[in-house]
């Protein structure tokens, strides 16, 4: 049950009986009138369009703006999505960012907490609206999964095999689930990596150490990737290579102007200089910018 496969317009006319067996109307797009050299050509089916149930559409749009104030049917529904899952399952609520992460912005580690909050007030007001996003989304993943345990067992105790009639509507309900289940996936990760960037924007960490951050895989209840450390780690020590080379060469060149006896020319010292984030880096792992331990 479910591993069969579906066709697209197979689950859409799946879908369009059991609206009509409910009440619903299932509206049709008839096919444009085709003039000119291709009048005779055999046209396009007409197209079905899935309807919308009235109720459904009011319960959403009640939530659109005032979330509390959509209908809710009994208190076991508020505590279904109040129910919370073990933090690997990633069904949990948003986790708070990794302090040394946190220390990474203007916070640094004096003032990170167990769950920190932007320094920038424009982007808290954008943190915070991220996470209630992923919450939401959460709560339906949540709600998802429940719905999948009541799917299945009222199949397995009422469903008759033989009628083949219901089964197939059973066998397209749990195809929707999946895509419902699929698209509820793609939101909590789009909620994660959308809080990666808010916080990763309030850094002095160059552009390519962000983008690789930022799309590092989302991992249950983190906010960043385990390994991001990982990444600054080597960030540093490509930094530190460079800066031995540039040194070395620059040795070099110092001395080939000495044995000539003359002085080489002025040379910016920028590539002495440290790039902001390597500070911001030292400082939030515990050291101070002068690489002496606190």
């Known amino acids: 049950m479910g591993d069969s496969e579906h066709s697209p317009m197979d689950v859409i006319s799946k879908v369009s009986s059991a609206a009509k067996m409910v009440g619903l109307n299932v509206p049709t797009e008839a096919p444009a009138p085709v003039d000119g050299i291709w009048a005779g050509i055999t046209q396009t089916q007409q197209s079905v369009t899935v309807p919308v149930a009235g109720d459904y559409l009011h319960m959403l749009r009640k939530a659109w703006n ?24 990633g069904m949990g609520d948003m986790p708070p960012v990794e302090r040394e992460m946190a220390a990474l912005t203007s916070l640094g580690p004096e003032r990170v907490t167990t769950n920190p909050r932007c320094p920038l007030k424009e982007c808290d007001k954008s943190d915070r609206l991220v996470s209630r996003t992923y919450n939401a989304a ?47 996936g793609a939101a909590i990760s789009s909620a994660m990596i959308s ?16 983008k690789e951050l930022t799309n590092m895989p989302v991992v249950p209840a983190h906010v960043f990737h385990p390994d991001s450390q990982g990444v600054l780690d080597k960030a540093e020590q490509s930094r530190r290579t460079r800066e031995s080379v540039q040194r070395t060469f620059r040795g070099a060149a110092s001395t080939r102007y000495k044995l000539r006896g003359s002085q080489p020319p002025h040379q910016s010292s920028s590539w002495a200089r440290k790039e902001p984030w390597v500070n911001d880096r030292r400082r939030a792992t515990g050291f101070t910018a002068s690489g002496d331990s606190k």
């Open 195 to 210: 809080r990666r960037q808010i916080w990763l924007a309030q850094t002095t960490l160059p552009e390519n150490i962000r």
């Open 66 to 89: 005032i979330p509390s104030g959509a209908p809710q049917f009994n208190a076991g529904c508020r505590r279904l999505t109040k129910n919370q899952y073990a933090p690997e399952t």
């Open 138 to 184: 959460t709560r339906a993943a949540r709600s998802g999964n429940a719905l999948a345990c009541i799917l299945l067992a009222a199949l397995r105790r009422t469903a008759n095999p033989e009628d083949q009639d219901t089964m197939s509507l059973i066998d397209s309900a749990l195809v929707t689930h999946s895509q419902l289940t699929r698209d509820i």
